[in-house]
């Protein structure tokens, strides 16, 4: 006998409620939404969560919460958009919503028991900063490409636009950012309450085919800056890396000193939000434009960012390779200008792709979604293959990566 929660629409759960207590298991929690059960989990202590994949019924929060508890989970799904649902945050135990109740008690019985005991130890996520000169090298493009990569691998991502200059993430996207979702954190980072479930409430949810991932839109009017303290930027990073795989931060160009144009030292700094994202980075993807212009920029705010920060964490991209304004080898002659003027030995080289593009943003889309085969998509999936995901296929945090379970009709 097993003690069952659920979380399913009401005419599924009658049903099943009562299958499961024919066969002998105890139904000890009948929920209608995740947040509710979420809540409940440690009182009712169930031995198995049915849900449905839907996100009423199945988030983050209860998938994480069930597998701190040791509790086996199965969504329930009526077609590709729940399995796709189910899959973008981790749960790949399914079964078909309208199965009967013997191909349910099936798929349960393949489930493994997940024990914190038997788990690995908890590691923190990793952050990764974008950051770039001025003059639009594609620092939000390659952010925002990163994520999307980095979440396809299997791994759970935030997306965070630290820009206090011109925030650029939400637009791209297609998403409204009317409620900046990164400054909301920083508030309540500031006022020490924000969690998890917090992050979840006030994050919107990027999900396609490829990928899903979580993001924390920008400020929408630059007058909005001072909300991003550099305090308060720390503590979100804090609770970000308890909460995802990665944090991927789209930050502002400058690194200029405040103190220095400040005669208040206790005042707000605007380019603080940027510095503290960079060096609480574990790694930093620094973007150039790959024309003579882009170069020149790029080569002097490098030698600020080398001062902020130890140039071992930063990962060199040049965007924009094209022939049309570097001349033949754009690539080698891009690579032999940064080791000549900059001592740098190895960069990425991004080619220029303005038909895919304008294609992802004209759709709000990543690349992965609007231009699959884009060359751009396949330089920033190779970067993040070799130099940012480890080595093992496995997540930092157990996935519940397992057989996956569905009914035959």
């Not at 909300?227 to 502002?252: H, M, Y």
Request: include cysteine.
């Amino acid at each position: 006998m097993a003690r069952i929660a659920m979380a399913l629409p009401l005419e599924a759960e009658d049903r099943l409620a009562a299958e499961a207590e024919l066969h002998g298991h105890e139904v000890v929690a009948r929920c209608s939404t995740a947040h509710e059960l979420a809540s409940r989990i440690d009182t009712v202590a169930p031995d198995v969560v049915i849900v449905a994949a839907t996100e009423r019924h199945l988030t983050q929060r209860l998938l994480a919460v069930c597998d701190e508890a040791g509790v086996r989970m199965l969504a329930l799904t009526t077609g590709e958009i729940d399995r796709r649902h189910a899959a973008s945050i981790g749960l790949f135990e399914m079964a078909a919503l309208d199965s009967s109740w013997p191909a349910i008690e099936t798929a349960l019985t393949v489930l493994r028991r997940y024990t914190p005991e038997s788990a690995p130890a908890p590691r923190e996520g990793i952050v990764i900063a974008v950051w770039g000169p001025a003059g639009a090298p594609g620092r939000t493009t390659v952010a925002i490409n990163v994520a999307a990569e980095i979440a396809a691998a299997g791994y759970s991502v935030a997306l965070g636009d630290v820009d206090t200059y011109s925030g650029s993430i939400a637009p791209a996207l297609g998403m409204l950012d009317e409620a900046p979702g990164f400054a909301a954190a920083c508030r309540l980072a500031g006022a020490e309450s924000l969690t998890r479930a917090e992050l979840e409430r006030i994050g919107q949810r990027y999900t396609s085919g490829h990928s899903g991932f979580w993001v924390l839109t920008g400020i929408g009017r630059a007058s909005r800056w001072p909300e991003l303290s550099a305090s308060r930027v720390a503590g979100t990073i804090a609770e970000c890396r308890r909460w995802v795989d990665f944090t991927v931060l789209d930050t502002g160009f400058s690194l200029e000193s405040d103190d220095e144009i400040v005669s208040d030292v206790f005042a707000p700094k605007r380019n603080a939000a940027s510095i503290t994202a960079l060096k609480e980075a574990d790694k930093i993807i620094a973007v150039g434009a790959a024309d003579p212009v882009g170069l020149s920029r790029f080569l002097r705010a490098h030698v600020d960012l080398v001062e902020t920060v130890a140039s071992g964490r930063v990962l060199v991209v040049m965007n924009k390779i094209r022939s049309a304004a570097i001349g033949l080898n754009p690539a080698g002659q891009v690579a032999q200008t940064l080791y000549r003027f900059g001592g740098i030995d190895a960069a990425a080289m991004v080619p220029f792709d303005p038909g895919s593009l304008d294609a992802a943003i004209l759709a709000g889309k990543t690349l992965a979604d609007a231009a699959p085969r884009s060359p751009v998509r396949a330089a920033l999936r190779e970067l993040v293959t070799q130099s940012i995901l480890p080595p093992s296929a496995a997540p930092l945090r157990p996935r519940r990566r397992r057989r996956l379970v569905r009914a035959r009709d």
